[in-house]
């Protein structure tokens, strides 16, 4: 026996429920072109996997997109997917971040249903969370909640009482700590 | 010559497919592709244009030239329909790493997703068969493109690029010089000859402590034209060859440490030196699961060695104990200054052992077999022919039987495992090398999936032989409900085919007719001297015959059954 691992890499049908696995956070350099979301959300399709959360944005040079990619599954299925992301000839770079050294945030926009009534509890957490009021209306609070997703959840999870309305999440974006190159 | 102010897209174009070597152009023309076939005329290029009767038979004769010659290919068809129809034969191409641009005329840009006549997102379409696409939309960037794609196309692991050209872009005005740099910045092929010397040391140090080395050779070789180094690694260390279906030919297979095909059909010998071999040196081969069979069984006992050029085969099916990244003639290079011969005697004397006791055969009696009709067919042309195939029982044994002797000249869809491809890819292989004798070997189903390209070959005089293996069945599948389904045939009866002969006769090409093992020889050998157009040969071998030896799909190496069981077989866990 060798020290090869023996079984083949690929299982297409995950083994426990796709919610299990830990998230891992990928960030692609693409060229700013057409087509370019397409061919990376295919390479994530072929292989059933499901992306969780993605976030598109201009990269600090001009012709070059930052994409931030959330995913779940098996860590080998997930190697073979940066790989043949980075084949793509649109890709500039593919790295996988999730046990790197790197700040993550994500904003999130919540509105609940809150009157006069249960406003100023509303507020009193929502302070506790940093959060910006955007919007106060008779019967409803527009809260924006800006941190890791983790202080997201807590934060969402705080307002369920009230009622929410509407949610809308802008996904993680990541960035390496020191010198490391996201 | 065309003065750049006066120069349309379309002209451009031709002019850079021109300049980056492309000298045919396989195609069919339609509306959106008006201005390029008026190109043309008009361009002033020496590119030949052969009009083929389908867009299916245009990729294929395009794939078929660049196997047969290692030269790009080129094909050129019209929107809509036209681009949708040679959708097999990019796929067939992309699964193969084979180079090729295929042109699709398109709806013009302000029509382009509002569902005009002959629209069709062809980009989307293809976008997970082709190594990259391109939807011009000006035609100041054609030169540029066109550089672009040939570069894609035939650098790193070559493969398929598709460029939609709306027609107001071909016949829009291009002022562009047609000498632009490239802008590629994600795109490093040039990487693949940096090799990493630490890492064919260790090969160097792990060949050295191997007794049972077995060279695994596929079709990345071929594509890095490895095959001297190949040679001289096996000679010098004395390691047996075994190829995949498309290494066929990069190690001559007439080579008395060539161990013929390996996988589901391959040979018992090649099969049970994968399964006893210590190091399984695998120098270009994706390891794909025609012949790895059970992946967790595969070389569980060796040592696995992986040469590719593509980052991410490493590990997609078997995961290597060492690889190496990038071209596999530079890296075969730089690791024979390291080798030495090795105690190899007695590896190779079990081996030959397994050669004389499970040889390939079959019975020249009891009706006429395909097996014999090529072997017959392989000692007339002295294994130097050029064959393509199509996909099933007739292409598996002529791996068998046709020992390919030469690189380039085995071709056949692997991957893909594409019907009706063997035909237009002899026209192709026949249009690159005029010279030399090209045999589509094909069945009597795949063949009538693109037989009316027979049409082309009489029109261009091709002198390609069509040898239809004809049982009446597509016998690859009866063969697997015989085994697995209870003999129970389900869509496998080929009733209603024409007469061959009277058929090929009809497009003004010669037939000839083979009933009896006694008219082999004889017949062949004519078909063989015919020299006038193609011709047809139409073999009645017999209906019911299987192919041996056999690995179910998904069972191991071990498991490879030599002749048809006695007992009721399980159906195969694997897919196909």
Known sequence: ?182 | MIATEQRDGAQTLLKCLEAGGIEVIFGYSGGAALPIFDALETAGTNIKFILTRHEQGAAHMADGYARATGKPACVLVTSGPGAGNTITGIMTAHMDSIPMIIISGQQVTWMLGKDAFQEADIFGITMPIVKHSYLVKDSEDIPRVTKEALHIATTGRPGPVLIDMPKNISQGPCTASLDVDIDLPGYHPESSFEVDSDAVAAAATALKASKRPVILAGHGAMLAHAGPELKELAETCGIPVTSTLLGKGIFDETHELSLGMLGMHGTAYANKAIVEADLIFNVGSRFDDRIIGQPDKFGRNATILHIDIDPSEMGKMIRPDLKIVGDAKVILAELNKHIEPLETTEWLATLDGYKKRFPLHYKKQGGLKMQHVLDVLDRLTDSRAVITTDVGQHQMWSAQFNKSRDPWNWISSGGAGTMGFGFPAAIGAQIGRPDDIVVAVVGDGGFQMTLFELSTAVLQKLPVKILVLNNHFLGMVRQWQELFFDNRKSGVDLEGNPDFVKLAESYGAKGFQIKRPADIEKVLSRALEYNDGPCLINCEVVKEDNVFPMIPAGAALEDMIIEKPKQKMAKPVGST
């Open chain 1, 1 to 182: 026996m060798t020290n090869r691992i023996e079984t083949t890499d690929l299982p297409l049908t995950l083994e426990l429920p796709e919610h299990e696995y830990p998230l891992h956070t990928i960030s692609v350099l693409v060229n700013n072109k057409p087509g370019v979301l397409a061919r990376i959300a295919q390479v994530f399709s072929r292989r059933g996997y499901n992306i969780e959360s993605l976030v598109v944005s201009p990269a600090a040079e001009a012709d070059f997109s930052r994409m931030t990619i959330g995913a779940r599954g098996e860590a080998s299925g997930l190697d073979q997917i940066k790989a043949q992301c980075n084949k793509l000839i649109d890709v500039i770079s593919c790295y996988d971040h999730t046990d790197d050294e790197i700040v993550a945030k994500e904003l999130a926009l919540v509105k609940v249903a809150v009157g006069a009534e249960g406003r100023g509890e509303a507020l009193q957490i929502a302070e506790h969370f940093g959060c910006k009021t955007l919007d106060l209306a008779p019967e409803s609070l527009v809260l924006m909640v800006t941190g890791d997703s983790g202080k997201l959840d807590a934060m969402i999870g705080m307002m369920q009482k009230f009622g929410i309305i509407e949610l809308v999440r802008t996904g993680k974006v990541v960035m390496t700590r020191g010198k490391g190159m996201t």
